[in-house]
């Protein structure tokens, strides 16, 4: 950096000159002067050699990990006089100790330790391995057992703290694991996580189990605990494995224990996050557990805890188990406890919620079947599945009476029903919504540009029809459409709207902001003419049937009219996703 600081100095000379003003010859002189040390300065620093570069190995290193590679004990043998050349190291900061400890056949590294006299035989690799960790992540268990025998700690751990003896069991090696014990090996010792040989038995179910009556006295103790507070007995019983499991409890292990967050096996007590292991087993789908523990867990606990195996079991997407707990008499409407509702953002309750949040037409039949209401919670699910797109889901609910004509209004108070809002960009939704019975009537209802000269028997009935409408919180049709991310829409929407509706009157709004479209000329035909008598039959009709019967094609089916004239009522020819 000579070169920067003769810069720096040369720039204060020059301003220094400039003050004194010095002559030209004296100026250009002292600038020669320090340029010119200053570019013998950058070629001496180019030329250094970096601190951290690495220098080249030397020939008989190259000879001898090639000799390892090939196995070639003979080659080992005859350069052990450069015992120098056995504590150099590779590109990735491997000995000749840590590549003869991964090699297959035992002679080669007893070749290269005896050469390996220099070393303490700890050294590690640039990722943090010991020679002892390299072997037992091999699998070699002839190579284990050598650097035991050659004074190899079975302590040192790798740079995730985990010890050998952990890594042995990881192998489902007990040939190994025991090696390592014989070996002084620490049972108890624990990684980052702490995390003990003893949780790796239970969590793998290696060939130790099948030895740990003849070596319980050479085990950790089974109670215990890792970073989570869970013991060995309940990682096995986590994973599975009944033959540890009873291994663990013949040895002392603890049934009662309870991990950090609460977890344990007692029916009836709950976690931290108010999880009972019903609630574990609906939820994972574990349908023999889930048997297991229904006639064991008290409904009492089920209650304190706040929701239902039925909110588990549906937000899992288990029908199985969905279905077991139907048939055991649960209740499909029970509601979640403000406490479980206040962790999510849309504050659901009901278990048919979660089924619509998923998106799982199964489950969501199912507790439909069983009698599941779709308006128990603060947005609807019906306005869930009609936001998300899932059109079979729509109408699902709808054909087991979802109110089509629902508000929510906490976010945006509207005149027109909510479901609007989320598919003014989604011509296929719109039809369904109309199709099934969605007030359109309501997107013209609207006071703008009321004249205070008309009659005033005419004002009264208009203003008794929307003063309900008139409220200065609720909005408008007109003014929700003219934001600008919807003007490009809004064309193809009213026009859609007008196959729903009878004679109906733009507002002046409107109407601006539709002359701008390309669906005026057709929009403006439409209201310039009387509706025809076919289709305000049709409205007729359809405002004296039900939604739920219209939605509903097995009660459509025992309406007493044609089949054509049925398809004309529900609006066949514009059953885009039923043709589908």
Known sequence: MNHLVCKSVLRKQVNCSNINRMNNFEQEEINGEFMEFAIQESIQDSYKQPRNRKESNSKNFMKIMAAIHKGDVLSLQQHQQHQCCFIERDSRGWLPLHSAAVHPHTQVLEAVLQASTELTLEELTANGDTALIL?????????????????????????????????AVRQKSYEMAFALIMGGAFV?????????????????????????????????KVTSRDGHGVTPLGIAAEHGNTEVLEILIQHGGDVNAQATNGDTVYPNVQSNAFQLPVHRAAYEGHILALRTLLPLTTK???????????????????????QLLID???????????????????LRRSP???????????????LLEAGARSDLDPLRCILV???????ELVRLLFSYGADVNCYFNAICHTVFPTGLQYCLKDPLMLRLLLNSGYDANKCFQCCCGVSEELDSTWADLHNQAYQIYSQPEAITFCEFVSVSCLKLHVGGVVRTLLDYVSQVNLCPKLQQILEDRPEWEDISSILSSPRSLQHLCRLVLRGRISPKILNNPGAMSEVPLPPRVKNYLTYKEYDIIGDF
Not at 302 to 308: E, M, Q, Y
Request: hydrophobic share 40%.
């Open 135 to 167: 072997a037992v992540e091999a699998g070699l268990v002839d190579n284990v057992t050598a650097l035991l025998k050659h004074g190899v700690s079975p302590h040192n751990t790798n740079d995730r703290n985990e010890s050998p003896l952990l890594l």
């Open 188 to 220: 108890e010792q624990v990684c980052l996580k702490k995390w003990t040989a003893i949780h790796e038995v239970a969590k793998v179910n290696s060939g130790l189990s099948c030895h740990s009556d003849a070596s319980a006295s050479t085990w950790a």
């Open 300 to 322: 009492r606990a089920i209650r304190v805890s706040g929701h239902s195996p039925v909110h588990a079991a549906t937000d899992g997407g288990q029908p199985q188990c969905l």
């Open 328 to 346: 055991k008499g649960f209740n499909v409407n029970v509601l979640l406890e403000s406490h479980m509702s206040e962790n999510y953002g849309d």
């Open 352 to 366: 048919l919620y979660f089924a619509v949040c998923n998106g799982d037409m199964t489950c969501a039949q199912m």
């Open 385 to 391: 599945a009609i936001r998300a797109e899932r059109y």
